[in-house]
């Protein structure tokens, strides 16, 4: 048998696949390429909702409004993907409020980064499928009718085409003339017209504020040119300086921690460390010098001790956001403290991947925990209104989670807000160590013996520096602190502090051993 005619019977027989496999690709990638670059969605963030829009400009820009000018920066993404937010409304009181939360927000920007990517990723991922499913849906209807045709059919309708060659490419002609017609009427007029407004001019902030110095970040910030950026101009240099002040000061806590490195217990290969936090109050500046300090002791784990945000707000999630995205790698268990009530910043917590205790036992890395978030709501300057049960009635019930456990799973973190919590815990010796903020004070640890089993009590003081119930801002109010916990085969056995002090330097506790 003459091979020549075995390889193109073959090729006959593979055309309808490869035909039906190209239809497939091309519909998929114009059809989830069509949807995604006219997809949007509305987030939040830093204190504003926003519409989020995917664009192939390779920048990142914002639309402020009619008051302050547009601003982009580098995308640096792949394929030229930018992104285009549209800053719509807020809560805050006032603009002069507004400017300087969103600038602190911006001096810390890893978080909201770290969440539009998210954002732009869920859209592709959405567009490729419905791409694909169009696809499939088109190639099973090719085929459909391509069977139902029938061989003979087709053969037909091949030599009737053949034999209207002519003709056929005629009519060919007028159809694309007719299209390419339309396709002009469509789009030709406006291409045609001259623009009443030019199109946009963009200018290196640097440019615009030429008396100051500018970080690498800034330095690739442009400024849309026109009445707007001219008119604020003094605004911009505003929130520039108080963006300089909080990183700054952030910046030198950070690089700090190498200094002291040497001072932080280094655990044995068999040991696990965990980063204890707690009350931050929406001060995200710190999360960077928290996260150097788990990598200065080792840290695969953090203790999230609650009071990340001032209100619970929905807007607050950057505070969430941020701490996901310096703790991207580390396990993060949670509760949450009487600011964060309502159950906003519970679902960013569990839609961040953190395991968020809530009275049952969990275990995490071989580490046992147990706790709760704090039942009490609190806002911004509000007095505490009651939840659904009383900080007493909750120290009660989880005493009672913690002793009905086997001595071989005995409690070994557990983890509240209010030290008030695990009152009952501790005086029935039901936990080894049992952790805590809320006072914004340090306090403990302090051992115990109850019943032949150590207990071991300790509060954390507030890691965002907050005097009061908000302390995001370009300085620390109070000393900045953050705990170190060594575990050894699920029991702790190791405390340490790390502070940040207000004027920039770091101070390193002494290593505490834990009976367990």
């Given at each position: 048998?003459d091979t020549r005619l075995v390889t193109k019977a073959r090729l006959r027989a593979m055309a309808p696949w490869a035909g039906l496999s190209l239809l497939f690709v091309v519909t998929s990638v114009l059809v989830g390429l069509l949807g995604f670059v006219n997809d949007s969605e509305?987030?939040?963030?830093?204190?504003?909702?926003?519409?989020?829009?995917?664009?192939?400009?390779?920048?990142?820009?914002?639309?402020?409004?009619?008051?302050?000018?547009?601003?982009?920066?580098?995308?640096?993404?792949?394929?030229?993907?930018?992104?285009?937010?549209?800053?719509?409304?807020?809560?805050?009181?006032?603009?002069?409020?507004?400017?300087?939360?969103?600038?602190?927000?911006?001096?810390?920007?890893?978080?909201?980064?770290?969440?539009?990517?998210?954002?732009?990723?869920?859209?592709?991922?959405?567009?490729?499928?419905?791409?694909?499913?169009?696809?499939?849906?088109?190639?099973?209807?090719?085929?459909?009718?391509?069977?139902?045709?029938?061989?003979?059919?087709?053969?037909?309708?091949?030599?009737?085409?053949?034999?209207?060659?002519?003709?056929?490419?005629?009519?060919?002609?007028?159809?694309?003339?007719?299209?390419?017609?339309?396709?002009?009427?469509?789009?030709?007029?406006?291409?045609?017209?001259?623009?009443?407004?030019?199109?946009?001019?963009?200018?290196?902030?640097?440019?615009?504020?030429?008396?100051?110095?500018?970080?690498?970040?800034?330095?690739?910030?442009?400024?849309?040119?026109?009445?707007?950026?001219?008119?604020?101009?003094?605004?911009?240099?505003?929130?520039?300086?108080?963006?300089?002040?909080?990183?700054?000061?952030?910046?030198?806590?950070?690089?700090?921690?190498?200094?002291?490195?040497?001072?932080?217990?280094?655990?044995?290969?068999?040991?696990?460390?965990?980063?204890?936090?707690?009350?931050?109050?929406?001060?995200?500046?710190?999360?960077?010098?928290?996260?150097?300090?788990?990598?200065?002791?080792?840290?695969?784990?953090?203790?999230?001790?609650?009071?990340?945000?001032?209100?619970?707000?929905?807007?607050?999630?950057?505070?969430?956001?941020?701490?996901?995205?310096?703790?991207?790698?580390?396990?993060?268990?949670?509760?949450?403290?009487?600011?964060?009530?309502?159950?906003?910043?519970?679902?960013?917590?569990?839609?961040?991947?953190?395991?968020?205790?809530?009275?049952?036992?969990?275990?995490?890395?071989?580490?046992?925990?147990?706790?709760?978030?704090?039942?009490?709501?609190?806002?911004?300057?509000?007095?505490?209104?009651?939840?659904?049960?009383?900080?007493?009635?909750?120290?009660?019930?989880?005493?009672?989670?913690?002793?009905?456990?086997?001595?071989?799973?005995?409690?070994?973190?557990?983890?509240?807000?209010?030290?008030?919590?695990?009152?009952?815990?501790?005086?029935?010796?039901?936990?080894?160590?049992?952790?805590?903020?809320?006072?914004?004070?340090?306090?403990?640890?302090?051992?115990?013996?109850?019943?032949?089993?150590?207990?071991?009590?300790?509060?954390?003081?507030?890691?965002?520096?907050?005097?009061?119930?908000?302390?995001?801002?370009?300085?620390?109010?109070?000393?900045?602190?953050?705990?170190?916990?060594?575990?050894?085969?699920?029991?702790?056995?190791?405390?340490?502090?790390?502070?940040?002090?207000?004027?920039?330097?770091?101070?390193?506790?002494?290593?505490?051993?834990?009976?367990?």
């Open positions: 048998m509305r987030v939040t963030i830093g204190a504003h909702a926003a519409t989020v829009s995917p664009t192939f400009d390779g920048h990142a820009t914002l639309d402020l409004g009619a008051v302050l000018p547009r601003l982009r920066i580098p995308s640096d993404a792949p394929a030229g993907i930018g992104v285009n937010i549209d800053v719509q409304e807020t809560d805050a009181a006032n603009l002069t409020e507004l400017l300087t939360r969103d600038t602190l927000i911006a001096s810390q920007p890893d978080g909201e980064i770290g969440r539009i990517k998210q954002v732009i990723q869920e859209m592709a991922v959405d567009n490729a499928v419905a791409g694909a499913g169009t696809g499939l849906l088109v190639v099973v209807l090719v085929a459909t009718l391509w069977t139902a045709v029938g061989k003979r059919r087709r053969r037909e309708l091949w030599h009737l085409v053949h034999r209207h060659e002519r003709r056929f490419e005629h009519r060919a002609i007028v159809v694309l003339v007719a299209m390419l017609i339309t396709i002009a009427s469509i789009y030709g007029p406006g291409r045609m017209r001259q623009a009443e407004v030019p199109p946009t001019q963009w200018q290196p902030l640097s440019k615009l504020l030429p008396e100051l110095s500018f970080d690498d970040r800034l330095k690739s910030v442009e400024v849309a040119s026109g009445f707007s950026t001219t008119g604020g101009v003094g605004v911009i240099r505003t929130l520039v300086e108080t963006y300089r002040r909080s990183t700054e000061l952030y910046g030198r806590l950070k690089d700090r921690v190498a200094d002291v490195a040497p001072q932080i217990h280094e655990p044995s290969k068999d040991e696990k460390v965990a980063l204890l936090v707690s009350d931050r109050h929406d001060n995200i500046g710190i999360d960077g010098f928290a996260a150097a300090v788990a990598k200065a002791g080792g840290a695969k784990i953090l203790i999230d001790a609650g009071d990340d945000t001032s209100s619970g707000q929905s807007w607050e999630a950057f505070s969430i956001n941020s701490l996901k995205q310096h703790f991207k790698d580390f396990k993060v268990v949670a509760v949450a403290g009487n600011h964060d009530a309502g159950g906003h910043v519970e679902e960013f917590m569990r839609k961040s991947g953190f395991t968020v205790l809530d009275s049952k036992p969990v275990e995490v890395e071989g580490i046992r925990f147990l706790g709760d978030s704090d039942p009490t709501r609190t806002g911004l300057g509000s007095a505490d209104s009651p939840g659904d049960e009383t900080i007493e009635h909750q120290s009660k019930r989880l005493a009672d989670v913690a002793c009905d456990q086997p001595d071989n799973k005995r409690i070994s973190t557990m983890v509240v807000h209010d030290p008030s919590s695990y009152a009952d815990t501790a005086e029935r010796g039901c936990a080894s160590l049992l952790v805590s903020g809320h006072l914004h004070r340090q306090v403990g640890p302090e051992h115990n013996v109850v019943d032949g089993r150590a207990v071991t009590t300790y509060t954390n003081g507030t890691t965002g520096g907050a005097a009061y119930a908000f302390a995001l801002g370009y300085t620390l109010r109070k000393p900045g602190e953050v705990t170190l916990l060594t575990y050894l085969k699920g029991a702790p056995v190791g405390l340490q502090t790390v502070t940040a002090q207000p004027s920039g330097d770091v101070t390193v506790g002494a290593y505490t051993p834990l009976s367990s």
